[in-house]
Structures are given as structure tokens and as C-alpha cells.
């Protein structure tokens, strides 16, 4: 039961932001900027963020070459331009919110590294950059063939290296802290340990009942809500167009000269690298195991783990030797194509959800476009 203090500042508002993952923090600052006197409130069901805001690797990225090409396959070059747009307007906003020094973003540029199977890719190089032209006012991939050798890589494997000077890299933990810290100065009361387990839309806004131990019946009331609970949504809203998939990683001991810094994609893009100062945070191999990493379950597998640590070995550090320090996984959401979803759907609950593995980057920008949904006539 909840007392009258509670029921008079705890558990009404004007805005309501179910999830607290960059997208949801992105969110109700973004809600903040546009309303500058209103009571916004945020759930998130964990202690901090708990799906894939604090588990990543840290890219600022818009997608490596051979990437981009399969993605033409699913959607239109135009299509595939304004995506692009979005990662980097995010990007750009997230930069501009927080300060580059608070995130440590270096923008050390990527790499793609080619392989016998990727090597007809090299071909479209130039038609690729001429579609991203309008946007980058320069050509963005170029081949840096002389440093797979300088960085140390397996020549057998790696037959071409893709340079994209766009790219860049940040601190995944001080991101998630910085936007915590941005929100809660903006006044943004933001309860943790919060799951909402259901959404109704009400003759007068939105009722959203949250789990917990203490409180019996627990009802949150607002004018409108917006829900970023990517991965999860499905819980929440069955009807929705996605599927998780799990992302797992690994990053090694700090290893004594290693040979690169930046950030370094392979097969597609289903697996990464990059450096942190001076050790390896590698991640990938969702496409092993489709089946068993459609999952929203946060656990490694054995299966995946090996072959993260081999592939280090074979190919990226053949002559070094290093030792593993941790692995983790978080769950990201995708489906039919990379575009995220941002809709209503009742009048008064929208979704901006639907992010996959670029989220860093575009997702700012997509915070922005839900905020400015649920405020159309507000
Ligand atoms: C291993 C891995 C590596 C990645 N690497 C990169 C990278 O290098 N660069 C990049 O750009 N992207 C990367 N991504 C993708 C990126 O992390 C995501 O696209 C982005 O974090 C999605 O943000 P989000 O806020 O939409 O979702 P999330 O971060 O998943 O946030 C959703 C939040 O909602 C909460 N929630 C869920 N259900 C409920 C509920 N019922 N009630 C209350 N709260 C709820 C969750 O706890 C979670 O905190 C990676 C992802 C993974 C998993």
C-alpha cells in the first residue's frame, strides 16, 4: 500500500519512460529540453541498465563496407542514407550532451579486415563511397593494405584492410554514468530495480503497474509514456516486430606493445574489436549459433567463448601472447532490417525500440524522435 506522501510526488507525472538504457536516458532528456517545467519519471527494472547500455563494446560506428553491402540488399540506398544520418546526428548529440572528455571518445578511425570471402566487396568500394558522399563530403573507405602487417595480423586470413576515418571508440561504463548524472541533474526522478510488468492505456493517460517487494499494487500514473525497453518489449508488447539476440564479449589482460589502436570489424560485421588503452575488447560470433543466441537470456556459452578466444589467436594476435580477463554478454533487439521502431501505439504510449548493434551511435537520435512523438500534442 502506498502512503499519501508517495501518492502526491512518487508516482505521478507528466512523462513516464519505461526502460534506462541509452535510448530511454537519451529520452527523457530529450523530453527535459522540450518541457522544461513537467514531472518526468524513469523505470528501469535493474540497478543500473540492464540490457545492453552497459555491455558494449564501445563503437561509434555507421556500419563497415561489407556491412553496408548486405544491407543493401534489404533496404534502398535512400533508406540506407537517412540510417546512416540518424547514427551520426546521434552521435553527434550525444558528443555535444555530454562533452567528448567526459565519454573519452577518440575518433581513431575503423578498420574492416577482408578475407578471401569478403574480397569481391573491394569491388563496390567506390560505389559505396559515392552513395555516402553527400553525407561525409569525402570518400570514407580507402584500403590500408601495409598495416596488416604492421598491426600483427594473420596475413593468411587477412588479405585487404578497409579504412574508415569516421569511426570512433568511447567508454562504455562513463557514457552510461554521464547520461545517468545529465539526467538527474535535469531533474528526472529515475527509480531502479523498477520492472514494469504492465502498460494500460486509460480514458486519462496511462496507468503502468511496476513489480516489486515493498509495495503491493503499485501503480505509476502519467499523460503519456514511452517505452524503451528494446530487447524486453515483447514482454510488454507481444504484438512487436523483433526478435533479441544475444552479443557476447571478452576482453583481455593489458598486453605488453600491442601493435593497433581503433576499432576493427570482420565477417559482416559479426564480429569486433578494438583496443582499450592497452588490451582487446573482442566480441562477436552470434552467427555460430543463431538459434541458441535468439535469446534474452544475459549468459555466455562455452561454444561462443572458444571461438572468440581461437579467432584472437588465428587471426588477430597470431604472434602475441595474451590471457583473457572477463567475458560478459547483453541482448540486443533486431529485425527484417536495421531500422529501429519508433511509433505510437495507443494515443498515449509510443515505442522507440528496435536497436541493434549501432546503438551507441543512432541512439540519441532515436530518444529524440520518441520524445518529440509523445509530445506532438502536449
Ligand atoms: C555485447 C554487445 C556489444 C555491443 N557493441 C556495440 C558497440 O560497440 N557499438 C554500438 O553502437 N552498439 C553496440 N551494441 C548495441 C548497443 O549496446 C544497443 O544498440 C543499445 O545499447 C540499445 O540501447 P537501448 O537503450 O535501446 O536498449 P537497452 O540498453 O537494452 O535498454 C533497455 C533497458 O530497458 C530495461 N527494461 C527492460 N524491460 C523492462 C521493464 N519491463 N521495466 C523496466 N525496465 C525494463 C532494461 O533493463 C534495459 O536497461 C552492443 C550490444 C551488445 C549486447
Same mark, same amino acid.
Given at each position: 500500500m502506498i502512503s499519501f506522501w508517495e501518492k502526491l510526488s512518487f508516482v505521478k507525472a507528466d512523462f513516464i519512460v519505461v526502460g534506462g538504457g541509452i535510448t530511454g536516458l537519451s529520452a527523457a532528456i530529450s523530453l527535459r529540453e522540450r518541457h522544461p517545467g513537467k514531472e518526468i519519471i524513469l523505470l528501469e527494472?535493474?540497478? @543500473? +541498465?540492464?540490457?545492453a547500455s552497459t555491455k558494449n563494446a564501445g563503437f561509434a560506428c555507421f556500419g563497415s563496407l561489407t556491412e553496408i553491402l548486405a544491407d543493401l540488399k534489404r533496404i534502398e540506398a535512400n533508406e540506407l542514407l537517412t540510417l546512416i544520418e540518424s547514427r551520426r546526428k546521434g552521435l553527434s548529440k550525444l558528443k555535444k550532451r555530454l562533452g567528448k572528455s567526459e565519454i573519452d571518445f577518440q575518433q581513431l578511425g575503423g578498420y574492416e579486415l577482408i578475407s578471401n570471402k569478403e574480397i569481391k566487396a573491394l569491388d563496390y568500394m567506390e560505389s559505396i563511397n559515392k552513395i555516402l558522399f553527400p553525407l @561525409?563530403?569525402? +570518400? #570514407?573507405f580507402k584500403l590500408k593494405n601495409k598495416y596488416i602487417g604492421k598491426f600483427g595480423f594473420n596475413s593468411a586470413y587477412v588479405k585487404s584492410l578497409v579504412f574508415n576515418p569516421f569511426e570512433g571508440q568511447l567508454d562504455t561504463g562513463k557514457l552510461m554514468k554521464a547520461l545517468i548524472r545529465k539526467a538527474e541533474s535535469e531533474k528526472i526522478a529515475i527509480y531502479t530495480g523498477a520492472e514494469v510488468s504492465y502498460i494500460e492505456q486509460g480514458g486519462k493517460g496511462v496507468e503502468i503497474r511496476v513489480k516489486n517487494n515493498f509495495t503491493e499494487n503499485l501503480i505509476f500514473k502519467s499523460k503519456k509514456a514511452l517505452i524503451c525497453t528494446n530487447a524486453f518489449t515483447k514482454k510488454l508488447f +507481444?504484438? #512487436?516486430d523483433l526478435k533479441p539476440g544475444r552479443g557476447q564479449v571478452l576482453v583481455t589482460e593489458p598486453i605488453k606493445d600491442l601493435p593497433f589502436k581503433g576499432t576493427f570489424h570482420f565477417d559482416e560485421g559479426f564480429y569486433y574489436f578494438r583496443n582499450f588503452k592497452n588490451r582487446i575488447i573482442f566480441g562477436g560470433g552470434r552467427n555460430l549459433d543463431f538459434k541458441a543466441e535468439t535469446t534474452s537470456k544475459i549468459a555466455t556459452t562455452q561454444k561462443i567463448q572458444e571461438d572468440l578466444a581461437a579467432k584472437l589467436k588465428e587471426i588477430i594476435l597470431p604472434a602475441k601472447p595474451f590471457r583473457i580477463a572477463h567475458s560478459w554478454a547483453g541482448i540486443m533487439a533486431f529485425g527484417k532490417n536495421k531500422k529501429p521502431i519508433v511509433k505510437s501505439v495507443s494515443p498515449d504510449i509510443a515505442l522507440a525500440v528496435r536497436l541493434g548493434g549501432m546503438g551507441v551511435a543512432i541512439g540519441t537520435n532515436i530518444g529524440e524522435e520518441g520524445a518529440a512523438l509523445i509530445s506532438k500534442d502536449h
Open positions: 527494472r535493474g540497478i @543500473f +541498465p540492464s540490457g @561525409f563530403g569525402e +570518400p #570514407v +507481444p504484438k #512487436v
